[in-house]
């Protein structure tokens, strides 16, 4: 068995990046003061590549989720995932990009940002959202075999897919 695809795998990478982003965002604040030492220039200039950054991870983040969800929602359909290991895997991915959501919008609120790094970050958060519904449209059609719930899937990942290459520049 492959030791990556396992639930408690899963699960670990989970709570290991709950428990450790706070503190791998309190390391980097500490150098981003390091930095700039009282220096404005230094300091602005640091803010600017932090939130460059920020989108390239951000984006990263995006694509990496939609493939993934559209490869287990696939191996689920082919009949490669049973319907354990899809919902495991599947709410993990659900979970961590609500995680990623929530901490966009937190973020937004309270990060002092210009008008344009907030409204990037609002199309990063509501892809993220699009990404979200996608993957529970698995879960529901998982639980209830309505075949409905593939069309939410096909409609969000289509929306999610249309804002990640306007994000990335694709399109």
Known sequence: MNVLRTPSFVFFVFVLLLFYTPVIQSEGKKKVQQATNGNTNSHTDANHVLLETLGTVSAQGLYLTYMAIGSLADGFVSQAYDKDTTKTIMES???????????????????????????????????????????????????????DELTHFETNRKEAGKRIDKLLNLK
């Open 93 to 147: 991915y659900v979970g961590l990009a609500s995680i990623c959501k929530n901490q966009l919008a937190k973020l937004i609120r309270e990060g002092g940002l210009s008008p344009d790094d907030r409204q990037i970050l609002k199309e990063i958060e509501g892809t993220y959202e699009y990404l979200i519904k996608q993957g529970e449209s698995i879960l529901r059609f998982i639980e209830t075999s309505e075949t």
